[in-house]
């Protein structure tokens, strides 16, 4: 390694580099050649930034305290960090190395061993350093050279002179457990526990072609498409041919057909054949009788296979993570004894259990990274995704079944033991209770956050609204599991000027017309509460599916995440959608067991009665008593004293006109519900099923099956009647605009405009989903009774806040969809619900 | 634009009634206009003559101006759909000043003994707030007035269930001085109404003992006057609830946040039904807590901070943590607590923050002992598990403490209704046996074993009102 002769110094791609040498020997001027600034800590600039001064020796403390910090910071990211100190001492390396074990990393030490004289030479040059310390550091160096690696260093480069230190250049190699360019496709297979017969007959099921040698033994296997097999370890020990795994496992890694990493089963295995003083236990006598009958050029070849195994592979650009018991994301691609012990053993909390065996700890329950991370090790009657992870070691030794999964499909493969071959300590899955309840932590949540969303990038949730979302989250909301989806809130169209109105369909068409959308749907909207349906084929899909435990047909709730009734309406009305979906024969229509349904339910009286009792009937019983006695006052007063009242009178007339109007216009959307008799569900959108996210479809595609729903069950489900506008077109607007006239004039709350498709891109981007044109009448429940005698004042409002969060939150109710049918777990889907929840406690006008 | 209204109409039998208008400095002939503030007040005269006069006072207001101006931060639908405009009320008491001050004061320079003289009166208000404790009838008839009150129905055309509303029209009657009716109308109106519009400020005690003078001083409803006028300094919906109530045309969420303030504004019933019993309940806390040894504590679900008080007088507790799910509990906690005053030692081994049982947040296993008093029967029961799986299996401290209301024990309390829970938030309570198998099965999940004490006075038949379990991480074994 020390040879003078090498012109490139190989360091691993994320390591503590260390310059050593004394004051002047070329450090810094080397690693400023060699390395981008922000790589490089100097002690010197420590020390100039916490004392003005690089040459202030009393600030060395302190400067090595911010060093440390900051070092810790780079590698805790996973970013190489050189220290330029002189380092020459024992102890002040010690704490780099102690640094670099903490981070998981290796410590490269580059010493820069020039004769004192130029040393001294440099120093009169730049600083006046005393003699007597340059000629004690480099006496601290010549005695430390020597016992470098063995203090921790994994590579040591000694430079021998300034020509060296001149010529060396730095070369990087990636870490062994990075082959991240490797994109497979592969077939990732649980712990075989040398049950050759199930992995062969695994292989031929994931259609890998055995190879066979003259005896009849499989010694290869090759995929016709050129997948590679993935062993999570364990290949040995408790099975009955635990020669014969390794025989076909190793073949086929010699031929690139096949990584494996290593397996606490390995480990010891190669420690006992090392003749290593091992506990002979858990299967270990039956592997090493059985490699007893091997020949000796075999025992030996298995044993530098699996010496060399690696404790953990990243693959396909990362998104994968291969490891015998898992990893946690702070240790992906990290190379240190520690990681090594845990991609092997795994965590445990220092506890055993009733049979004896170590408590895991849960790690995959909080398990937030991106790669996904494929895992053995403990076996489980079922391999089931937990947060991104999942542990196929099913137990084939125990008489399971041994499970592989294809990789990027995330398909399973399973083949089942042919027998028990070995007794488990504990039954499979005892104690392990029910699925563990994907937790949601704290941190997914709280503070100020950035969902990448999909459609809309990257949208920001602040500190403050997400506080306040966390308590209604928390206090009210229905269970996580079911809570898949809130829907967002709506702008209207822009204000109109016309006579009499603040809003009127042409906005909306000349809105769509300027982003150049071909065709809109309007639809009658429905004055009732918002509330979004789950519906489960039946409870176990809520559980396999969702993981609610609760084992109910699914959830209805409102649009803050309540559920939407106390008592038991709820489940009645979410039993007669899923008959409705049964009979319309949507289950196997979209090939999915649940689905999630956005609509509005009816009379608006049955969620907000008392909202209507005691604010709307109350504010139209006192204004109508007091317009009314004004009136019948002014009346009087006006007989007897004609010509000065009248304004005031004609006024007041007006007044009780308004107020009116006012009570007719809540009254019609109050009527007296008994149980489920009253109650009406307009579905207006699917929004997403096992079969897709419904979001791409059009809203004719929507309203279609809807129909077909509304058939099924006419008297519970109300359709949605439509008309498709092409906004381009003059007299389709017209059309537009009229059946809007008509539908306010009877009464009716107003019109939705949206885009065909929901998800439809402008000039500008995403443009608005939606935009609600509400009639006249409607308006004075919003606005008040006389709202329409202030028209002036309140064409002002400003839409800008409004527009922006429909079209956030619209972006994250999608992306929460999108992210429950791409099958990504809970916290995932979650982050996104809330931050739609959030969002809506930023401040905007409620009128809009 | 002006465009609401509210009603007074003052009528007098003496002769010549029309001499009221002298009393009231406004000609029976002629209609006059004021501004004031919020809008404008007109006063003419329906009727005069000498046999009977009738003054009315028609107050316009502008509901953007007080939307504008009123209190509280922010939006709420209620404050733009609103029925002040309609009801006598505070708004209305600053009019009456306005236009009728010199009448109120008594003064009439034309007819100065018609002022000081008890003269036959009948007030008629069309629109009155009547919610409940103090009536209509309480207020007035105490001061001689006799008082006809009429319902005013919700919707009684449409909706005749719906019943009547909180409003009544009334008329009062009484043979009384002039400037004494309009000085009791202006003190008690506003205090019929609930809210008044505008925050009550030490200027407020003067204008009262001002204006109410010795009528106000004998009256038997004297204190609850004083306390409705003056103290509606509260705030009526928190901030938090109140950001969420802002949500488009959901009225739903307006109701559901008015729900929630309810909720929140809402004292622990039981509490005040035996105020004895969340000392207990404390003290049973803090001994449990001596037993185990431990030197650090987190209280989840602090409130207020009742329990952290008595935490920090616990010399042994080096490390005390708050935490609860709601900022404004937070926030009085740290000024109940006097946080910023404490020094810095004291203030060292206490922090305050927000987080939630449901979520899961390891850092909380580094305190020796979590307690969750009287928090569990605050959660919905399909979320129990996690909320088990985070503190027992995530945090997994060495000590849980949990208390919570015995449903057993409820039966003792004659002012709670059978079958009703102890606090409007509740989602359960347990009875006994109901939270030994809770417990137990927390402790066969996540290795740990259990007690469950009584705390407070113990029935031989029904237990005590609360259950403190204490539990006990299983230590390691092997």
Redesign the interface.
């Known amino acids: 390694m020390s040879s003078p002769n090498i012109p490139e110094l190989s360091i691993p791609e994320l390591s503590l580099v260390a310059l050593v040498g004394v004051s002047g020997s070329g450090k810094s001027t080397f690693a400023h050649r060699h390395f981008r600034a922000t790589q490089i800590l100097s002690s010197d600039a420590f020390r100039a930034m916490v004392a003005d001064d690089e040459d202030d020796q009393s600030a060395t403390p302190d400067a090595f305290d911010a060093l440390y910090y900051l070092a810790n910071k780079r590698l805790s990211a996973g970013r190489l960090t050189v220290v330029d100190a002189t380092s020459v001492r024992r102890e002040d390396r010690a704490k780099l190395v102690a640094l670099a074990k903490q981070q998981d990393v290796l410590a490269t030490a580059i010493v820069f061993d020039v004769p004192e004289s130029v040393c001294r030479e440099r120093n009169v040059a730049h600083r006046d350093l005393p003699a007597h310390v340059l000629r004690r550091q480099h006496a601290a160096l010549r005695r430390s050279i020597r016992g470098l690696r063995k203090e921790g260093f994994r590579k040591v480069y000694v430079l021998s002179s300034v020509e060296e230190i001149e010529r060396a250049g730095i070369g990087y190699e990636k870490a062994y457990n990075d082959l991240r360019e490797r994109t497979g496709p592969f077939d990732v297979i649980g712990d075989v526990h040398g049950c050759r017969a199930e992995l062969v007959e695994l292989l031929g099921e994931l259609g890998y072609q055995v190879r066979t040698d003259d005896q009849g033994r499989s010694v290869g296997a090759r995929h016709p498409e050129g997948r590679t097999a993935v062993f999570v370890g364990d290949l040995v020990d408790r099975g009955e041919d635990t020669p014969g795994v390794l025989r076909l496992v190793m073949g086929m890694a010699e031929s690139g057909d096949a990584l494996c990493v290593l397996g606490n089963h390995e480990d010891k295995l190669v420690r006992a054949l090392t003749g290593k003083k091992v506990r002979i236990a858990h299967g270990l006598g039956d592997s090493l009788d059985q490699l007893a009958n091997e020949s000796e050029e075999f025992r030996a070849a298995a044993k530098t296979f699996m010496d060399g195994l690696i404790s953990h592979y990243r693959l396909d650009g990362g998104a994968l993570l291969v490891a015998h018991a898992g990893l946690r994301e702070q240790y992906h691609g990290r190379a240190s004894g520690r990681v090594r012990a845990l991609c092997m053993y795994g965590e445990t909390t220092g506890e055993t259990d009733e049979y004896g065996l170590p408590v895991r700890h849960p790690w995959a329950n909080d398990y937030r990274g991106s790669a996904t991370v494929v895992y053995g090790h403990t076996p489980v009657p079922e391999a089931e995704w937990v947060n991104n992870t999942i542990c196929l070691d099913t137990g084939c030794v125990f008489g399971g079944k041994l499970t592989a999964l294809r990789w990027p499909e995330r398909e399973l493969v399973e083949v089942p033991a042919r027998r028990e071959y070995y007794a488990p300590a504990k039954p499979l899955g005892a104690g392990t209770g029910s699925r563990p309840p994907d937790l949601l932590r704290l941190d997914d949540v709280l503070g100020a956050h950035i969902v990448d969303s999909r459609f809309l990038g990257r949208i920001t949730v602040r500190e403050e609204n997400a506080a306040a979302a966390l308590e209604v989250m928390s206090r009210f909301a229905i269970d996580p599991h079911w809570l898949l989806y809130l829907p967002p809130t709506m702008a209207p169209c822009a204000t109109s000027t016309r006579p009499g109105l603040l809003e009127h369909p042409a906005e909306a068409f000349d809105a769509y017309r300027a982003e150049a959308v071909p065709s809109v749907l309007c639809q009658e909207k429905h004055m009732g509460s918002r509330a979004v349906l789950v519906v489960v084929r039946d409870a176990e899909v809520g559980k396999r599916r969702f993981g609610a435990l609760d084992g109910a047909g699914g959830a209805l709730y409102t649009r803050t995440g309540r559920a939407f009734f106390a008592d038991g309406h709820g489940e009645a009305i979410i039993d007669r959608m899923r008959a409705a979906i049964t009979a319309t024969g949507l289950w196997e229509e979209l090939g999915t067991d649940w689905l999630v349904l956005d609509t509005e339910l009816l009379p608006w009286s049955a969620k907000a009665g008392s909202l209507v009792r005691g604010h709307y009937a109350r504010i139209g019983a006192a204004a109508s008593a007091a317009v009314g006695e004004s009136v019948a006052v002014l009346e009087r007063a006006a007989r007897r004293l004609p010509g000065e009242l009248e304004e005031l009178l004609a006024a007041q007339r007006v007044r009780a006109d308004n107020v009116a109007g006012f009570r007719s216009a809540y009254r019609r959307y109050c009527w007296p519900v008994d149980g489920l008799d009253g109650i009406s569900v307009a579905p207006f959108m699917i929004l997403a099923g096992e079969g897709g996210f419904f979001a791409e479809r059009d809203h004719s595609w929507h309203l279609a099956l809807i129909d077909r729903l509304v058939e099924a069950d006419p008297e519970l489900l109300r359709g949605t009647r439509r008309l498709a506008v092409d906004p381009g077109d003059a007299e389709s607007v017209a059309e537009g605009i009229r059946w809007w006239s008509e539908l306010t004039e009877a009464g009716g709350e107003g019109m939705v405009v949206k885009p065909m498709r929901p998800v439809s891109r402008g000039k500008r981007g995403m443009v608005q989903p939606g935009m609600k044109c509400r009639g006249r009448e409607y308006l004075r429940i919003i606005y008040g009774p006389d709202y329409t005698e202030q028209l002036d004042r309140l064409r002002s409002r400003k839409l800008g806040r409004k527009r922006s969060m429909a079209l956030r939150e619209y972006a994250l109710g999608l992306e929460s969809l999108a992210r429950l049918t791409e099958g990504e777990p809970l916290w995932r889907v979650h982050e996104a619900v809330f931050a739609v929840l959030a969002l809506e406690s930023e401040p905007v006008d409620p009128r809009l | 634009?002006i465009?609401?209204?509210?009603?007074l109409?003052i009528t007098t039998t003496h002769r010549p009634a029309d001499e009221l208008g002298f009393l009231l400095h406004k000609h029976p002939?002629?209609?006059q206009r004021f501004e004031v503030s919020a809008g404008s007040a007109?006063v003419?005269?329906?009727?005069?003559g000498p046999d009977r006069c009738t003054a009315?006072l028609?107050l316009e207001l502008d509901?953007?101006a007080l939307a504008r101006g009123g209190g509280g931060d922010?939006?709420?639908?209620?404050q733009?759909?609103?029925?002040r405009p309609?009801?006598a009320s505070s708004l209305f008491s600053v009019a009456l000043a306005r236009v009728f001050g010199s009448a109120m004061k008594g003064r009439c320079a034309a007819r100065p003994e018609l002022a000081a003289t008890a003269l036959p009166l009948e007030l008629r208000l069309?629109?009155v707030p009547s919610p409940g404790g103090l009536s209509v009838e309480q207020l007035f008839e105490p001061l001689g007035w006799s008082v006809r009150t009429e319902p005013?129905?919700?919707?009684p055309v449409?909706?005749p269930?719906?019943g009547d509303?909180?409003?009544v029209?009334v008329t009062l009657t009484a043979s009384m001085r002039l400037a004494d009716a309009l000085t009791q109308l202006y003190v008690l109106l506003p205090v019929l109404d609930n809210a008044k519009h505008y925050w009550v400020s030490a200027e407020e005690i003067d204008k009262l003992v001002r204006a109410g003078g010795t009528w106000l001083a004998n009256h038997p409803e004297r204190e609850a006057i004083t306390g409705r006028y003056l103290v509606r300094k509260r705030r009526f919906t928190e901030e938090?609830l109140e950001?969420?109530?802002?949500?488009?045309?959901?009225?739903?969420?307006?109701?559901?946040a008015?729900e929630?303030g309810e909720v929140a504004e809402h004292h622990d019933d039981a509490e005040q039904r035996d105020p004895s019993l969340a000392q207990q309940r404390r003290a049973a806390i803090l001994a449990a807590l001596r037993e185990t040894g431990a030197r650090t504590v987190a209280d989840l679900g602090c409130g207020e901070g009742s329990l952290l008080r008595e935490l920090l007088g616990e010399r042994a507790l080096r490390s005390i943590l708050g935490v609860d799910?709601?900022?404004r509990s937070l926030r009085t906690a740290a000024r109940r607590l006097r946080l910023d005053e404490l020094p810095q030692w004291q203030r060292d081994r206490i922090e305050l923050r927000?987080?939630?049982?449901?979520?899961?947040?390891?850092r909380l296993g580094d305190y020796d002992a979590l307690v969750l008093s009287e928090v569990i029967e605050?959660l919905?029961p399909?979320?129990l598990?996690?909320f088990a799986?985070?503190v027992f299996?995530?945090a997994?401290p060495r000590t849980v403490l949990v208390t919570t209301p015995n449903v057993e024990y409820n039966v003792r309390w004659d002012s709670l209704p059978a079958g009703t829970k102890r606090h409007g938030?509740h989602r359960f309570e347990w009875t006994r046996a109901e939270f030994a198998a809770w417990a137990e099965q927390v402790c066969a999940?996540h290795?740990y074993t259990v007690r469950i004490r009584p705390v407070g006075p113990l029935d031989a038949e029904l237990g005590a009102p609360t259950q403190l379990a204490i539990f006990e991480r299983?230590e390691?074994?092997?």
């Open positions: 634009m465009l609401l209204v509210v009603l109409t002939e002629r209609v007109h003419f005269y329906p009727e005069s009315a028609l509901p953007v922010g939006f709420a639908l209620g733009y759909v609103n029925d309609y009801v069309p629109v005013i129905p919700l919707d449409t909706f269930e719906w509303s909180h409003y029209a938090a950001r969420l109530a802002e949500f488009e045309d959901s009225v739903e969420t307006a109701e559901a008015a929630e799910v709601a900022p927000q987080g939630s049982v449901v979520y899961a947040e390891e605050h919905d399909p979320r598990p996690a799986a985070a299996g995530v997994h938030d999940g290795g299983t390691v074994q092997a």
